[in-house]
């Protein structure tokens, strides 16, 4: 066997499955009234992974000294349940 078949064969895919109940009521509209009017400054000073990266590099110069990004790597651990 290849090593590149081995790394497939170890390769982990993610899956979200939301489970909707018949019984749950929609409270779509109320959590997005909730999203609109809640905003918080950003925390400053956690590792760069914890960031989204879309939101980092809409940022200038100044507002990235102000987070004060930690140069700390962050472990990522992935989940498999089967």
């Given at each position: 066997m290849s090593s590149e078949e081995s790394s497939i064969e170890n390769e982990i895919e993610e899956v979200l499955r939301v489970k909707n109940m018949e019984w749950r009521r929609?409270?779509?509209r109320e959590l997005e009234l909730v999203d609109f009017q809640s905003?918080?400054?950003p925390?400053?000073?956690l590792p760069m992974a914890l960031?989204?990266?879309a939101?980092?590099?809409?940022?200038s110069q100044r507002?990235?000294?102000g987070l004060?990004?930690?140069n700390q790597a962050f472990p990522w651990i992935k989940i498999a349940i089967g």
């Amino acid at each position: 066997m290849s090593s590149e078949e081995s790394s497939i064969e170890n390769e982990i895919e993610e899956v979200l499955r939301v489970k909707n109940m018949e019984w749950r009521r929609c409270v779509n509209r109320e959590l997005e009234l909730v999203d609109f009017q809640s905003s918080r400054a950003p925390v400053k000073g956690l590792p760069m992974a914890l960031y989204d990266s879309a939101w980092i590099t809409g940022l200038s110069q100044r507002q990235m000294e102000g987070l004060q990004v930690s140069n700390q790597a962050f472990p990522w651990i992935k989940i498999a349940i089967g």
